[in-house]
């Protein structure tokens, strides 16, 4: 008697779980369609960079090499610039968010901090907008002088 219970308290469970979750994607199915119908797709355009890369020479470490990259709405339509993507945690976009009116210009700012990165470097931003094709890559590059180590301690012998 007591299995015939568990079975049954089982299979009921198992029955509401599976209801449940038709539910979940039948509602999601609506609200779906429901969205897309109120979103408006953006017009294609197109933009230019006065400059697409950017060398910042000798930086030294510790220091922020910033850079601002201007763009121009060179397209029909207006421009909207929806993210831009730095390849590395170390490289920090700022854009313009506002939409670009034909002929309007936007900038990106590049922020690359040097800290615990001596050497060369060569970093890109993926800038994503209403344009064909959607991603525009921005470089910048440049050789991070490194700190000088203090080598002073107690594991080090004094010449005299």
């Known amino acids: 008697m007591k299995r015939i219970v568990i079975y049954a308290l089982m299979i009921s469970g198992a029955s509401l779980v599976f209801s449940c979750d038709g539910k ?35 930086i030294n470490e510790g220091e922020f090499g910033k850079h601002e990259f201007v763009f121009k709405n060179t397209g029909t339509e207006p421009l909207y610039v ?53 991603a525009t890559v921005i470089t910048i590059t440049g050789h991070v002088i490194a700190k000088e180590k203090d080598i002073s301690g107690p594991y080090i012998k004094d010449a005299n």
């Open 24 to 58: 979940k994607d039948e509602e999601a199915a609506v609200t779906q369609t429901e969205g897309t119908t109120g979103v408006q797709e953006l017009k294609q355009t197109t933009l230019a960079f006065v400059e697409s890369e950017h060398e910042f020479g000798d």
């Open 82 to 134: 929806r993210d831009a993507k730095a390849s590395c945690g170390c490289t920090t976009p700022e854009w313009t968010k506002d939409t670009i009116p034909v002929g309007g210009e936007g900038k990106i700012l590049v922020q690359f901090n040097s800290s615990g990165r001596p050497g060369d470097f060569h970093k890109t931003v993926t800038v994503l907008a209403n344009t064909e094709p959607e």
